[in-house]
């Protein structure tokens, strides 16, 4: 029952209502013939005594012993299993005419409690004796399956409560489960960004308005958690730059060059890092808008190539796309940074599929990074290769992959993906929806 137990609501519930509905059921259908005698066999019983009735009392009035036989064989073509014997054979074992369905009732109406051998068939009587004028009657007792009535009864019986049961408990899942299912869809959509003061709607039962109640308060204690703590990284990096300003005026008096090269150096290199942190940790807000997707790209392969990178661009020569330019500029840019400190060539190309999403991938020659560590370089500050420091050979500080991952996931929905290239290198597929697809995506920029 694991695979029961791990099921949805839904079915955990229509599941358990029918299955209960069929076991009493057939518990009810099956047990009632042969507690109660009731469904066909009462009815032969009543007919097969009243038969008898019938035969015994022509019998008594037949004139003369031809008659009788001849009533006795019209009787026997009928199927009537019946023979004449004489008193003296009856030896005071018959009955009269008159108790007749008393009798027959009593030795054929047999039921499970009251006559459980009778009913299991060991100990049934297999005659009866009716006096009739100066002889009597001996007849043949029908037999009756102890089960053939019970599977018409165990169907009809299914046939009427179990349908209406499954139906029942169809109607019973949707309405439990729905919500829960609306709760579930609601989770998955809530973006740390999301502007909804309440994204799980509270209604329903009074057990999921609770829930939802508690989640929405559990959403917004966290938005405020994450809140407090970006203000207060924000406000350190952003104090930081007044003392470092400070120290740059200091550091630019000194008399001794090279000791001054090499305390600026490491100034610059702490206020790039202060940069890139409020970069990262700010949340400037920029509106959607649509631009030409190829020229945004070219412009920042132009750029690039100009600062004596080897970056090429190949897309579409026009592809209009909403989206939030400067922020999709700066994710494509970082890419390319990020690259260009580990590789000779960088291949940027667009293409857009037949759902009218974009395809944007930035390609290089370098030496790739694990799969191991590829779902951590979006990490903020991690680095994968813990012996490049900032000041050496312009190594980032483990933002710029960041940066660029929450614009494409949380600023245009999009997803962002690390691949080799072959025959060696990195390559960033990042994957935006079409522009019906971006709607109200939340700001990362």
């Known amino acids: 029952m694991k695979w029961l137990s791990r099921s949805s609501v839904r079915t955990q519930i229509a599941i358990l209502t029918i299955l209960l509905a069929t076991i009493v059921t057939t518990i009810t259908a099956g047990t009632e013939p042969f507690v109660r005698s009731r469904f066909d066999k009462g009815v032969e019983v009543g007919l097969f005594a009243g038969r008898i009735e019938t035969i015994a009392k022509e019998f008594a009035l037949s004139a003369d012993d031809a008659q009788r036989d001849a009533i006795l ?57 009716v ?13 009756f ?8 009864a165990v169907v009809g019986n299914l046939v009427l409560i179990v349908i209406p049961a499954a139906i029942l408990a169809v109607l019973t899942a949707w309405l439990i489960g729905r919500p829960i299912v609306n709760l579930a869809k609601a989770a998955e959509g809530v973006r740390s960004d999301d502007e909804l003061d309440e994204p799980f709607d509270v209604r329903g039962s009074a ?31 952003h104090d930081l730059r007044t003392p470092l300003t400070r120290l740059r005026m200091r550091t630019e008096r000194c008399e001794q060059a090279e000791l001054r090269q090499q305390m600026l150096r ?25 631009v030409e997707l190829s020229s945004l790209l070219q412009t ?17 020569r026009r592809l209009p796309y909403v989206c939030r330019p400067r922020a999709l500029s700066r994710a494509i840019s970082n890419l390319i940074d990020n690259a260009s400190r580990h590789a000779g060539r960088i291949d940027l190309t667009l293409a857009q ?15 790739g990074i694990a799969d191991d560590l590829k779902p951590k370089v979006m990490e903020p500050f991690f680095k994968a290769d813990k012996a490049r420091s900032p000041s050496r050979n312009g190594g980032g500080f483990g933002l710029g992959l960041s940066i660029a991952h929450g614009i494409i996931t949380v600023g245009h929905r999009g997803s962002f993906e ?18 019906s697809g971006i709607g109200n995506a939340a700001t990362f920029s």
């Not at 064989?73 to 108790?99: K, M």
């Not at 399956?145 to 018409?152: G, K, N, Q, Y």
């Not at 308060?217 to 407090?228: F, H, P, Q």
């Not at 037949?354 to 390609?363: F, H, K, M, N, R």
């Open 73 to 129: 064989s019209r009787f026997r073509a009928q199927g009537v299993n019946v023979w004449r014997v004489t008193g003296e054979q009856a030896a005071g074992s018959s009955i009269t005419i008159q108790d007749i369905p008393t009798a027959v009732r009593r030795l054929l109406d047999y039921n499970l409690f009251l006559d459980p051998y009778g009913f299991m068939g060991w100990n049934n009587p297999k005659t009866l004796t």
């Open 131 to 143: 006096k009739a004028g100066d002889s009597s009657l001996v007849f043949a007792l029908p037999e």
């Open 145 to 152: 399956s102890t089960t053939r009535w019970v599977l018409p």
């Open 207 to 237: 057990e999921l308005r609770s829930l939802a109640t508690s989640l929405n308060l559990m959403r917004k204690r966290i938005r405020e958690l994450v809140a407090g703590r970006t203000r207060m990284l924000t406000s350190i990096s």
């Open 266 to 290: 490491d100034i610059d290199v702490l206020s790039s890092m202060i940069n890139e942190s409020l970069a990262y940790l700010g949340g400037e807000v920029e509106a959607l808008k649509k």
């Open 300 to 316: 920042v392969t132009d750029d690039f190539a100009d600062t004596g990178i080897e970056v090429t661009f190949a897309g579409p």
């Open 353 to 367: 599929e037949e759902d009218g999403s974009v395809i944007i991938t930035v390609a290089d020659d370098g030496p």
């Open 418 to 435: 690390l691949r080799d290239s072959k025959p060696s290198g990195l390559a960033v597929v990042i994957r935006l929806p079409a522009n």
